[in-house]
């Protein structure tokens, strides 16, 4: 596949908030899993109709609800079907204690070309924190590692998150500490991150 605007140089990823969610219709999900609205819903299918032609190499999401259906109104705007990768450690911060999102199962009736993602941690089952700064900061790190091992400079990663996660995720890529800044988020905002092969690392933009 040819890929425009390639630079050979960087691994790209860009860094995607979930669009607008209520939380008073949230069915048999946790009370932590918000539906999208019928506005977000329009967020998304305008985020897919601007991204539609931008080669993007992989598509990662977290497993709750509002942030993989974000992801779909990208995907879906792409004429292969790409496979999307459902990470439960992408879930948002302060999510309640054993709650790690939707199943693979229950995702596919909204996008049938996904699967999980190996578990970040190494273990059978899904068991980390989402409220400690540390745990935080593990999980971020985790994500980060784990595209920078499968994927290589000229690759462009999609991550689909939260806010508060996703205040964790920009500063690791950045190889910066985490809290001492803070990033405005709205939803559907896209960052981008430059991990470049000279080691430098380069925010490219925020709430483009």
Known sequence: ?????????TLEIIFIRHAETQYDDIGDRD???????????????????????????????SSLLRSFKTATGV???????????????????GCTPGYYGCSEEYLRRYYKNTR?????FGSKEYDF??????????????????IQKWFTFGDRVAVFSHHGMLEYLIPTALGIKTRDFFFALDNISVTAVDICRDGNRVLRYVNK
């Open 31 to 61: 009370p932590s899993d918000g539906e999208l609205t019928a506005n977000g819903e329009m967020q998304c299918a305008r985020l897919g109709e601007k991204l539609k032609d931008l080669p993007i190499d992989a598509y990662i999401t």
């Open 129 to 146: 924190g989402c409220e400690e700064i540390e745990d935080n900061n593990i999980r971020a790190q985790k994500v980060i590692d784990y």
């Open 75 to 93: 995907c879906k705007a792409k004429p292969d079907n790409p496979l999307l990768e459902i990470c439960p450690e992408l879930v948002e911060c």
């Open 116 to 120: 999980m993602c190996p578990n970040l």
């Open 1 to 9: 596949m040819v890929k425009d605007m390639e630079n050979k140089d």
